[in-house]
């Protein structure tokens, strides 16, 4: 079934021009308090068992981690994958038959640098040259963010940018003047949730509160979107039996007799240092 020009109630226009306009968009009050408090409580348990095995959490810079998860570990995964909001973004940008292929999650605590310009991976042919967007990453703060908590600083229409010539994912210095030209800091509160290319230079900024600042991360494939590759979604069979139809036709997943330790192989060695402005 194609996407209708409404989806939802929400509007396949406006989503498609904020993603293909300034790379970012958002939906504010998706998710009541109580629900982000309870993914809150998931991510915190799962950061402290990942912390202890080894490769369990991948550094992203000093005191900020990334740590991959698997989908029946967050007790909210079925009412995030199947958000009306959620679900008219990926159909509308990616088409009918996207995939989910990351569940993850990135904690900057106090004394997280800022990080240098990037983003997430090079640009793929289908970008770079087709301008079509075939994969998108949903963010979600389990915190009120405020300046002082590191929030995610994005440089709009900047997924379309080519870095041929140097670094495919961190920009040459010379192009920050650019970036911070149009640098906008996001300040999302305890139940928004945004939808972005992660194609789209942007970086996070200094963690200067005392407080940490844990968001979840769900990555999206197109069919022909190759994500999938640095991740390892995992379900169990009885988990898989019980999920709704709307959910197992999107997820790229791995089935198993029990769920294995995810190694993670989504580093991204540009991040470790952090800067100090």
Request: charged share 25%; glycine share 10%; aromatic share 8%.
């Amino acid at each position: 079934m194609q996407a209708s020009n409404e989806s939802a109630g929400y509007d396949v226009g406006a989503i498609m021009g904020g993603l293909y306009g300034d790379g970012i968009i958002a939906c504010k009050g998706a998710f009541s308090a109580g629900w982000v408090a309870q993914l809150k409580e998931d991510i915190e348990t799962l950061f402290a068992e990942a912390r202890a095995r080894p490769n369990g959490a991948l550094e992203r810079g000093p005191c900020r981690y990334y740590v991959e998860v698997h989908p029946e570990r967050l007790r909210g995964f079925v009412e995030l994958a199947t958000h009306p909001w959620v679900v008219a973004v990926c159909r509308s940008v990616l088409g009918p038959d996207y995939k989910i292929v990351e569940v993850g999650f990135d904690i900057p605590f106090p004394g997280a640098m800022h990080q240098p310009w990037h983003r997430d991976f090079p640009s793929p042919p289908e970008t770079l040259v087709g301008r079509r967007l075939n994969s998108l990453a949903f963010n979600l703060t389990t915190v009120d963010v405020t300046e002082e908590i590191g929030p995610f600083e994005i440089a709009p229409g900047t997924q379309w940018d080519d870095l041929a010539g140097g670094d495919l994912m961190f920009p040459d210095k010379s192009r920050y003047p650019r970036y911070e030209s149009r640098a906008q800091r996001k300040l999302p509160r305890v139940g928004d949730i945004s939808a972005r290319s992660a194609l789209t230079i942007h970086r996070g900024t200094a963690n200067r509160s005392q407080q940490s600042r844990p968001v979840l991360v769900l990555g999206v494939d197109a069919p022909d979107g190759r994500n999938a590759d640095k991740h390892d979604l995992q379900v169990t069979q009885a988990y898989w039996d019980a999920l709704p139809a709307e959910v197992r036709d999107h997820l790229r997943c791995r089935i198993v007799p029990a769920l294995e330790h995810i190694e993670q192989a989504h580093a991204i060695e540009g991040l470790k240092m952090g800067l100090t402005v």
